[in-house]
């Protein structure tokens, strides 16, 4: 099975910066990667799509709220997503979940996904 597990999240104030990192492994060692991607949740709402990458990095996709301040990206030698976050707001804050698809083009959408991992939480103060 794959297993993802996330890492970075904390407390920062409004405009400034978090590395989020999600380390995958399990199956991944054996067969080849998909497309992955983040999202994030607040409770009582829907997981929401941030950016996602497809299989061979070429190709990303932002939701429009990230506005240029966000980067994806991954290592495939290190089996590794990382989302480089800067200028954060308060309306950042959540739970930010790393997913990864058995395809590998990256959509914008939960459905799109098959293995999530446990999330890392995102703080913002003012």
């Known amino acids: 099975q794959v297993q993802l597990v996330e890492s970075g999240g904390g407390l920062v104030q409004a405009g400034g910066s978090l590395r989020l990192s999600c380390v995958a492994s399990?199956?991944?060692?054996?067969?080849?990667?998909?497309?992955m991607g983040w999202f994030r949740q607040i409770p009582g709402k829907e997981r929401e799509f941030v950016a996602g990458?497809?299989?061979?990095?070429?190709?990303?996709k932002y939701s429009d709220f990230v506005n240029g301040r966000f980067t994806i990206s991954r290592n495939s030698a290190k089996n590794t997503l990382y989302l480089q976050m800067d200028n954060l707001k308060r309306e950042d804050a959540a739970g930010y979940y790393c997913?990864?698809?058995?395809?590998?083009?990256?959509?914008?959408?939960?459905?799109?996904?098959?293995?999530w991992g446990q999330g890392t939480q995102v703080t913002v103060s003012s």
């Open positions: 997913a990864e698809s058995t395809v590998a083009r990256a959509v914008a959408r939960v459905q799109g996904y098959d293995y």
């Open positions: 399990g199956s991944r060692s054996i067969f080849g990667n998909g497309a």
């Open positions: 990458i497809s299989r061979s990095g070429g190709s990303i």
